[in-house]
């Protein structure tokens, strides 16, 4: 289960400003998903055959074309911070 507190931390580290009434639906929907996946733990998968991905035909693959770029300054111009042409964002490993 998740709690408000760890909701308001991850909302922070995701720059999301959230009020008390959104951090009251997010907390139920995120708790309503991890009981959901709990439910599906339960389930006895002994003997089951995991599926796999049908390999990737090389020639279902488009030819690479070279376009243009965005501008960088115009990607850039609402960004919180930036250093030397790129994003700066907060180190979030803990």
Known sequence: ??????L???AILSRL???DEELISFEKDLNKALD???KLNELDTNGVEPTYCKPINIE????????????RELLLQNAPEQ???AFKVPTVVE
């Open 36 to 38: 959901y996946i709990d």
């Open 60 to 71: 279902d693959l488009r030819e690479d074309v070279i376009k243009p770029s965005m501008d």
């Open 8 to 10: 308001k931390k991850v």
């Open 1 to 6: 289960m998740i709690n408000k507190e760890e």
């Open 83 to 85: 250093e030397d042409g």
């Open 17 to 19: 400003e959230l009020n």
